[in-house]
């Protein structure tokens, strides 16, 4: 079956930064676009970052733009998420998750993905 496994949360510093990473199996990796997301206690999941299946193109929310950068190796399966410059409001659950390419035609960030992980919590300190 599909598993999507994240890891690379802890607890930093404001200033600081961390690289998340999102393993998939069960899945041809390069079919499908992949997404970052988070959600803090008490507000909504909101998207974070999106990339297409070659990698080639990127979404970002915009309070992550110039901070973090989301990249992908097809050949490890394993999509990253580099974030510099964290800030306390960056501190979340962030979830990875899959969507197949014929569903992200028209957008990175579709409103449905098909395959999600459990989460790695990111903690930034002020």
């Known amino acids: 079956q599909v598993q999507v496994v994240e890891s690379g949360g802890g607890l930093v510093q404001a200033g600081g930064t961390l690289r998340l990473s999102c393993t998939a199996s069960?899945?041809?990796?390069?079919?499908?676009?992949m997404g970052w997301f988070r959600q803090a206690p008490g507000k909504e999941r909101e998207e974070v970052s999106c990339?297409?299946?070659?990698?080639?193109?990127?979404y970002y929310t915009d309070s992550v733009k110039g901070r973090f950068t989301i990249s992908r190796d097809n050949a490890k399966n394993t999509l990253y998420l580099q974030m510099n410059s964290l800030k306390p409001e960056d501190t979340a659950m962030y979830y990875c998750?899959?969507?197949?390419?014929?569903?992200?035609?028209?957008?990175?960030?579709?409103?449905?993905?098909?395959?999600w992980g459990q989460g790695t919590q990111v903690t930034v300190s002020s």
């Open positions: 069960g899945l041809r990796f390069d079919d499908y676009g």
């Open positions: 990339i297409d299946w070659r990698g080639t193109d990127t």
């Open positions: 998750a899959a969507v197949h390419w014929v569903r992200a035609t028209t957008t990175l960030c579709p409103s449905t993905f098909d395959y």
